[in-house]
């Protein structure tokens, strides 16, 4: 089994600045990809950003700007810095993971969400 623990969630003013952070353990033993994803009330969860093992990063139009993906491949954690926030940022923030498990297996894991909330 593969865990994902995220933090770094709260409340934050309108235009402030945020840091996600996520690690995973578990029975793994590549990880390809890791993302960060968002699910407001009443709406689908959405792509926020991800990054591949060699850094590459990929951005929905929406996100680009005001949000910076970054992982430690020694540490099996990626992180989400998040600024200029916005009301409309107001979500739960999941960590998603795809790779390889030990027995080589392809593996797909999220994590339990990290609230934030942009509110004066």
């Known amino acids: 089994q593969v865990q994902l623990v995220e933090s770094g969630g709260g409340l934050v003013q309108p235009g402030g600045s945020l840091r996600l952070s996520c690690a995973a353990s578990g029975n793994i033993f590549l990880i390809k990809v890791m993302g960060w994803y968002r699910q407001a009330p009443g709406k689908e969860r959405e792509l926020v950003a991800r990054i591949d093992r060699g850094g590459i990063t990929n951005y929905p139009e929406s996100m680009k700007g005001r949000f910076i993906i970054s992982r430690d491949n020694a540490n099996n954690s990626v992180y989400l810095q998040m600024s200029s926030l916005k009301p409309e940022d107001t979500a739960v923030y999941y960590c998603?993971?795809?790779?390889?498990?030990?027995?080589?297996?392809?593996?797909?894991?999220w994590g339990q969400g990290t609230q934030v909330t942009v509110s004066s």
């Open positions: 998603n993971l795809v790779g390889r498990g030990l027995l080589g297996g392809l593996i797909t894991s």
